[in-house]
């Protein structure tokens, strides 16, 4: 279970849920890799205290999808903070979590909210009807005023499309279109965020950006095929899955972020038997 100097926010990311039996690209099921997530994250040791999905939820934003996927994240008995992506429709992701309501009403989904001693703030990067995201001038004030109002507590900025080239070139070609250079102003004036999350990715990528870390995560299901050449072409494997956990640590006062596979796996075995190291 969570400890009282630990805080733990897993983050999944770019689940892509057809409806029931549809497949993704014509030969992918993404719902049973996410359902062998969901069960991988309830199989923890440590309880999160969160869930945040930083985007592509759905492959195409039908409110079919999004019923299936309500139905695929109903055993998880934490907080879950959704947040769209470029696969995502903003007007039938609220419609499907009506009760989640830090998705209030407005052009984006976006909000701050407390998760113990951190404080979440997500972006909403999308752009409707495009695979590339951008931070608007408007977004951007958002933020400014977010940072201003975290007195100082430790800050997790989550969004989908990641600030930072990633040396796969199909991807960066639909990586965050406009405010980087911004953004990176923005969260340089602020040593209290600790991390910048991201999705679109489908692997695990880490930063220095800004003075802090940004980073992203792997997917339940596929990845993205690990190409650095910058005409590589759009693909996919079946690499393994996993999510991120990310534990705040009390007595150091930092952010600790782990890579957790996801499945079940052999073990575990001890490394030592009677005080000794087994022979």
Request: glycine share 8%.
């Amino acid at each position: 279970m969570t400890t009282d100097i630990m805080t733990i926010l897993a983050q999944i990311t770019d689940l892509h849920i057809r409806e029931p039996n549809k497949l993704a690209y014509g030969r992918l099921d993404t719902a049973p890799y996410l359902r062998t997530c969901v069960e991988s994250l309830l199989r923890l040791r440590q309880k999160p205290d969160a869930v945040v999905l930083t985007g592509d939820l759905t492959d195409f934003g039908r409110p079919a999808e999004y019923a299936h996927l309500r139905q695929l994240l109903a055993p998880l008995d934490m907080p879950l903070y959704l947040l769209p992506g470029n696969h995502d429709d903003r007007a039938n992701l609220r419609a499907a979590f009506p009760e989640h309501s830090y998705m209030e009403s407005g052009e984006f989904i976006q909000y701050a909210v407390d998760i113990g001693p951190l404080r979440l703030i997500a972006l909403d990067t999308m752009i409707p009807g495009q695979s590339g995201g951008q931070l608007c001038a408007s977004r951007l004030q958002w933020l400014r005023e977010m940072l201003a109002a975290s007195d100082g507590r430790p800050v997790i900025i989550a969004m989908h499309h990641p600030p930072f080239r990633t040396l796969i070139g199909h991807m960066d070609k639909i990586g965050l279109q406009a405010g980087t250079e911004e953004l990176r102003e923005i969260v340089s004036q602020y040593s209290n965020i600790e991390r910048i999350i991201c999705g679109h990715l489908h692997r695990v990528i880490d930063v220095r950006f800004g003075g802090t870390i940004a980073s992203t995560a792997p997917a339940p299901a596929h990845q993205v095929t690990l190409d650095l050449d910058v005409n590589a072409e759009s693909s996919w494997m079946l690499e393994p899955p996993g999510f991120r956990v990310h534990a705040w640590d009390e007595v150091n006062t930092r952010l600790v972020s782990h890579l957790a596979p996801s499945g079940q796996f052999e073990g575990p075995y001890p490394f030592h038997e009677n005080g000794a190291l087994i022979d």
